[in-house]
């Protein structure tokens, strides 16, 4: 990796510095970092940066959660741009949603849609950002609006519908009904995470964190004999 010091810093002194997640491959955020910055996240695995508005070195996720654990980082040809590819945590925007890249520019000859993430898994991202808009600013005629304006004992009743619809559907073997009640099941648990505040990122981080590892199994002791 090359030195901190053959790093070409801009005329404020610092680097623009784009965040990436290592998973999805999907751009989270733009940002700058001063040397220190730099250092201090190489040197210990989260990523720092500068606040040219504050005047301030800070951490990411420090105070609002939004961590990010770099697994790679490289320099752009002419060594003033760094790329930081992580593994974000509740989402790397301070709105809520997976990444700051969510507002559609028209293009010419091109209707005016967001781009999408790589990885077939980042729809799961594009819908739970949808969920956490309509959680807080519903919409009139809204499914998830309506969902939430219904309590937790809706949302929870509806999971307990399309599960039930799925078994059905595995019993039946007919893999395109399969598909689609799997999908209603993924989406409604999705609205049930919505209602806690918990991104999806955190199931992620979960799941990795099982991999590999063998299922826990209950332990029940053993009935003790003559007695």
Known sequence: MPRVTRVKFDAQGLLPAVVQDARTGAVLM????SAEALKRTL???SSHFWSRSRRTLWRKGAQSGRTQRVVAAALDCDRDTILLQVEQTNGAC?????????????????????PSPAGNSAILDRVWEVIVDRKRMPKRGSYVSGLFAGGKDRI?????????????ASKNGRAERIIAEMADVWFHTLVVLGQHNLPPQR??????????????RGTRAKPRRGK
């Open 30 to 33: 733009v940002a700058y970092m």
């Open 43 to 45: 040197r210990t695995g």
């Open 94 to 114: 301070h709105t809520g949603r997976y990444s700051c890249f969510f507002q559609p520019v028209a293009v010419a000859g091109r209707s005016r849609r967001r």
């Open 156 to 168: 929870l009743k509806k999971i307990g519908e399309e599960a039930g619809e799925l078994v059905i």
């Open 203 to 216: 199931v992620y981080a979960e799941l990795t964190r099982r991999f590999g590892r063998p299922p826990r």
